[in-house]
């Protein structure tokens, strides 16, 4: 069961992994800001599989990671870690990184790939290699590109706004995938709000065409050196 459910999630799981620089199941071309480190800690429970559901349906699964960003004018650069841990068996530790510009006034473009296995490969499916495009329309973001993966493939859609609630950035957010090689679609849900400066809470729930929901809530710890 733990070889099956982690091959699910390199097939359903994109670059994003829900970070400040991603939505909830798909990557955007946001970059962690220069010299900044995200930790993440983040979990996955209910009845459905999602791409943090290491342990299998209806178990909990604790990960963590960090990113961290590079601005290397007029390029972005973007890599990071995560893995599974405690509960069960840990790993694989993933690998994940992107390169952003910016074309134009208010959009971006990023190239990135995730899901590369630097441990216990036997377990993980293929990296997912990925082309996205995000132009901020003022009223909405709107997120488009497309991904590449050992059946795996997928078009990736999102949008998301970000409001000042009591003085702190509180973003409203719904993404699309496909999973099982383009088979069913994987909506999503959710929010992100800043707690303190250096804290982010994040929370979403797939609604799955097919299977059961699933949540997952996750905290970033951000910090500029």
């Known amino acids: 069961m733990k070889t099956q459910t982690i091959?699910?999630?390199?097939?359903?799981?994109?670059?994003?992994?829900?970070?400040?620089s991603g939505l909830n199941n798909i990557p955007t071309a946001d970059t962690v800001p220069h010299r900044t480190v995200a930790v993440q800690a983040f979990s996955s429970f209910g009845p459905g599989v999602n791409q943090f559901a290491a342990n299998g349906p209806d178990e909990h699964s604790f990960w963590m990671g960090f990113k961290n960003g590079w601005a290397l004018e007029p390029l972005h650069l973007e890599w990071g870690l995560d893995s599974p841990?405690?509960?069960?068996?840990?790993?694989?530790?993933?690998f994940q990184t992107k390169l952003a510009f910016e074309p134009w006034e208010k959009g971006r473009i990023s190239l990135g790939i995730a899901g590369?296995?630097?441990?216990?490969?036997?377990?993980?499916?293929?990296?997912?290699s990925y082309a996205v495009?995000?132009?901020?329309?003022?009223?909405?973001?709107?997120?488009?590109g497309y991904g590449v993966q050992t059946n795996g493939?997928?078009?990736?859609?999102?949008?998301?706004?970000?409001?000042?609630?009591?003085e702190r950035n509180f973003n409203l957010n719904a993404d699309l995938v496909q999973a099982a090689d383009e088979s069913f679609?994987?909506?999503?849900?959710?929010?992100?709000?800043?707690?303190?400066?250096?804290?982010?809470?994040?929370w979403w729930t797939n609604l799955?065409?097919?299977g059961?929901?699933?949540?997952?809530?996750?905290?970033?710890?951000?910090?500029?050196?």
């Open 7 to 20: 091959a699910l999630y390199a097939l359903i799981s994109t670059a994003a992994f829900g970070t400040p």
């Open 85 to 94: 841990l405690f509960t069960e068996r840990s790993g694989p530790v993933f």
């Open 116 to 128: 590369v296995a630097l441990t216990d490969t036997a377990l993980a499916g293929d990296p997912f």
């Open 153 to 166: 493939n997928s078009v990736l859609f999102g949008i998301d706004r970000t409001w000042k609630l009591f």
């Open 185 to 202: 679609w994987l909506p999503s849900v959710g929010f992100k709000c800043d707690l303190h400066k250096n804290i982010v809470f994040e």
């Open 212 to 225: 059961d929901i699933s949540h997952v809530a996750k905290i970033n710890f951000v910090f500029t050196f």
């Open 133 to 144: 495009l995000t132009h901020d329309f003022g009223f909405v973001r709107a997120h488009v």
């Open 208 to 210: 799955p065409e097919e």
